[in-house]
């Protein structure tokens, strides 16, 4: 069983590191729930972690989850002691906290510019993970973590990469720059206005052509003429020299 989840998990990340350009060390993002249930199933994260990725990992969290750990009181102490363990990641809710899920959507958003990896225990975080593209997530089940298989939408993404139906944003404004630099631009805007519209057909290409008389055309008529000339002489040759037999006769 081990075997096979490390075979998945490997496979699993295969494929954000060719698709998303995921590299060590790792960043994964802690919230809450994930820490109490390491804490109940006595998961050593910073240990395993890294060898279930196969790579250096950094584990991080953010104020708000640490908020949020501190507002529960005695039922969560355990997992809040964990949580202060890791980095803090700067988030944009330093006056005005928010929920630690609320708070893990924010750092994803505009298409994960980070690649931070997502682990919780939440259900309704799991599934708005699993919304955005190119966001990996881990969860614990039957005392093991677990790396998610690519979401729907991830794999979608990369279809659309792979067809060159979809560019991402930042590759855009790179190929613009670049055909500004290299004067391409103007070109291109020159040919399209010195490209000729099809026209019609030519007029004179419409015209019936007419019909010449040549010289083959008028030589079965004269060798018609021939013929009957020679045919009235021989008639005529063959009359007289019955006539003159007649005679002698």
Not at 149 to 173: C, G, R
Not at 181 to 199: N, Y
Request: charged share 30%.
């Amino acid at each position: 069983m081990k075997l096979t989840r490390q075979k998945h998990a490997k496979k699993n990340m295969g494929f954000y590191k060719h698709n998303f350009h995921f590299r060590e060390p790792f960043q994964v993002l802690l919230d809450g729930t994930f820490c109490q249930a390491a804490l109940r199933n006595k998961i050593q994260i910073r240990e395993q972690l890294p060898g279930y990725l196969d790579g250096a990992t950094q584990l991080c969290t953010t104020r708000c989850v640490l908020k949020e750990l501190e507002s529960l009181g005695k039922a969560l102490y355990g997992a809040k002691l964990i949580a202060q363990r890791f980095q803090v990641r700067n988030c944009s809710h330093h006056k005005d906290p928010v929920s630690g899920s609320a708070c893990l959507l924010s750092m994803i958003e505009e298409g994960n510019p980070h690649h931070f990896f997502i682990a919780t225990q939440d259900q309704d975080l799991a599934n708005k993970v699993k919304k955005k593209a190119g966001v990996p997530l881990l969860f614990i089940i039957q005392n093991t973590m677990v790396l998610d298989k690519p979401s729907p939408k991830s794999l979608a993404f990369v279809q659309k990469l792979q067809t060159n139906q979809l560019v991402p944003e930042h590759q855009k404004q790179s190929i613009v720059q670049l055909k500004e630099k290299e004067g391409l631009a103007k070109q291109e805007g020159e040919k399209r206005r010195k490209r000729k519209r099809a026209g019609g057909p030519n007029p004179l290409s419409c015209l019936k052509k007419k019909k010449k008389k040549t010289q083959e055309g008028q030589e079965p008529s004269a060798e018609k003429k021939k013929r009957r000339k020679r045919k009235r002489n021989r008639v005529k040759a063959e009359a007289v020299q019955s006539v003159q037999k007649n005679e002698e006769e």
